[in-house]
């Protein structure tokens, strides 16, 4: 400190050139001091070099240069006298014959804070007051500064500056509440200005969000004192958003209520911002943004974006909303025609989450799925008319389930089915052509031979019936003497032709229809002939039998015997209904028949209707004739 006070002579040998010995003096303009510490002045002043003062005194007065108004004397050399907030706490410390003024000031108080004017006395008038000063300040903390801007991750300096201008009282300085700063270290240096001495701490730091709005001190205290004083700076800390808050991803259903908040944390403040699939919802500058839908839909299935930004950079963070409802009602084909052999490619696709079970079904049977898929493909390379039909698209998943239909209409070429023949009654001859085909088939019949050909159109011979694709169509004639050998069926229609032999039932049938209900009746009367003479034969071996069907190897012989007639005919009668016994009272009147065996079923009736199968319209009978 000392070395400081003698350098003082130098800088007024450089000055006084300057001035080339005027009445002029330096000082610093302002210098501080802590309160109850002490300060000391620098000062140098010069006078004219033609004054010649055998002694030279100084006054220094508080505020005021001229003594006229009276201010108060700080010092007054010549008589060491000083006004009373003064008395015992000044001294000059400078040597006023090597021009130095230098004061010192002890236990400073705010009253003592203001301007000091020098007044040099020279002895006679040679008295002079220099109008320059020094500006005291008396302090209670010290100066921290910090950086005009703190910007997390970039490194900052905040800086103590505490005044060193007593002579006897050294200050130090140290740092306060460094917890939780990253990366720090403390530069400390004196440096001079205007002759006003301060010690300069610099804390040097990489600041972060989470220093922002902490408070750093700067500690002074002086040895072997219990003065301290203390200055804070709060560090405002700038730094880019961060997202603290948003809901997690989320599942919920059809008709709900959802709530996102997203909290962010920034400064300065962001503008934050909700977004689905780049489309704004809402935004505000704020620090905590919260989006409501109240009726959540499956258009509201997607991925939410919370983004926040500010001049120091962005963030966003993203979370999925899944919205679980029941599969749409399915897309499919329109009903369609197609023609057989051709390709047929059925479509089927619909939505739902999760995504559903989706089946092609037919008549009950599940033509093709997929499971957990939205779209399904039924392909038919070749359709046939067994593809025709209706078929149904299910989808289901366990919200629900949904189906639609279309119809696939096949035409083809008619199909003459096997069912197609004639069948002889007693009355007539009937020709059944069935024909299955789409679009319906134009039938005629034709018998080669007779040149006779007739169409569905003509009613007179021919009824059809339609039963979906199947037509049945039946040509009624007139029985003849002779059967015709060739009856022809064609169908058509715009797909094809189809021409069908019909053929009759078989010859043995033929036989017992030609033989007719005459016959008939003959074969009946030789069969309970042949039953009577078995039951007679049976109860003479005292054996019982019962039964409709009768067979003997031997045939049996008819004789003159009245006795044996009149037995057989009691026999006879004991197992013969009323219309049977009419019958077999014509049976004297037929010639007798040898036969070895005889069957007749008269238990089919003869139905005369069309809507009959030809099994159902015929009646027979079997003889063999030895």
């Excluded at 709900?256 to 911002?273: A, E, G, H, K, L």
């Excluded at 035409?411 to 069948?423: A, D, I, M």
């Amino acid at each position: 400190m000392a070395l400081r006070w003698r350098s003082l002579p130098l800088l007024f040998l450089l000055v006084e050139g300057v001035l080339s010995r005027q009445w002029s003096a330096w000082m610093p303009p302002s210098i501080s001091a802590f309160k109850e510490t002490c300060v000391a002045i620098p000062c140098t002043f010069d006078y004219p070099e033609d004054i010649r003062p055998s002694a030279v005194h100084g006054i220094w007065y508080l505020n005021s240069p001229y003594p006229k108004n009276f201010p108060p004397v700080v010092l007054k050399t010549k008589t060491n006298t000083a006004h009373e907030l003064y008395m015992g706490r000044t001294k000059m410390i400078g040597d006023l014959q090597m021009s130095n003024c230098s004061i010192q000031i002890d236990k400073v108080t705010s009253e003592l804070q203001g301007k000091y004017y020098f007044r040099a006395d020279l002895g006679g008038y040679n008295q002079y007051t220099y109008s320059e000063h020094a500006n005291l300040f008396i302090l209670d903390e010290p100066f921290v500064v910090g950086p005009q801007e703190i910007i997390s991750g970039t490194e900052a300096e905040i800086t103590c500056l505490v005044d060193d201008n007593c002579p006897d009282m050294k200050p130090t300085v140290t740092w306060m509440d460094l917890e939780g700063l990253e990366h720090h270290t403390v530069y400390a240096r004196l440096e001079e200005s205007n002759a006003a001495w301060k010690q300069i701490s610099t804390l040097k730091f990489l600041p972060s969000h989470k220093n922002n709005g902490q408070r750093l001190g700067c500690k002074v205290t002086f040895p072997g004192t219990e003065l301290d004083y203390k200055g804070f700076v709060t560090m405002d800390v700038k730094y880019a958003p961060r997202i603290v808050d948003i809901n997690s991803s989320t599942e919920t259903t059809e008709g709900t209520q959802v709530v996102f908040i997203c909290v962010i944390d920034s400064n300065p403040v962001s503008r934050v911002t909700w977004y689905k699939d780049d489309l704004l919802l809402k935004e505000d500058f704020t620090g905590n943004l919260t989006l409501e839908l109240e009726y959540v839909t499956y258009n509201h299935d997607g991925i939410y974006v919370c983004a926040a930004e500010n001049e120091y950079g962005r963030t966003n963070k993203s979370m999925g909303l899944a919205v679980m409802y029941a599969p749409w009602k399915p897309s499919v084909n329109a009903s369609m025609v197609a023609v057989e052999g051709e390709a047929v490619t059925i479509t089927c696709n619909t939505q739902g989450n999760p995504d559903p079970i989706i089946s092609i079904v037919k008549d009950k049977q599940v033509l093709n799925s997929v499971i957990f898929q939205n779209d399904l493909v039924l392909e038919i390379p070749s359709v046939t008319h067994e593809h025709d039909g209706e078929y149904w698209c299910l989808a289901e998943n366990q919200y629900g389930h949904s189906n639609s239909s279309f119809n696939l209409t096949v035409v083809f070429s008619p199909l003459v089915l096997s069912e197609s023949k004639c069948t002889v009654t007693k009355d007539n001859v009937q020709c059944m052509c069935t024909v299955k085909s789409n679009p319906d088939p134009y039938i005629i019949f034709e018998i080669p031979e007779k040149n006779f050909t007739v169409s569905e159109l003509n009613t007179e011979y021919v009824h059809s019936q339609r039963n979906g694709y199947m037509v049945s169509s039946i040509l009624t004639l007139q029985k003849e003497t002779e059967l015709p050998q060739v009856v022809l069926c064609s169908a058509s229609n715009l797909y094809g032709k189809k021409v069908h032999e019909l053929l009759f039932q078989d010859s043995s049938n033929l036989i017992w229809a030609k033989i007719g209900p005459v016959g008939a009746v003959v074969v009946f009367v030789i069969l309970v002939a042949v039953g009577g003479y078995m039951i007679k034969t049976r109860e003479k071996k005292s054996m019982t039998e019962s039964s409709s069907f009768i067979q003997k190897e031997t045939s049996p012989s008819y004789s003159g015997d009245t006795s044996a007639k009149k037995s057989s005919g009691k026999i006879e009668n004991r197992f013969l209904s009323i219309s049977e016994r009419i019958l077999l009272s014509k049976r004297k009147q037929a010639p007798t028949v040898d036969s070895e065996y005889a069957n007749i079923d008269f238990t089919k009736r003869n139905v005369m209707d069309i809507y009959s199968s030809p099994e159902e319209l015929t009646e027979y009978a079997e003889i063999r004739v030895k």
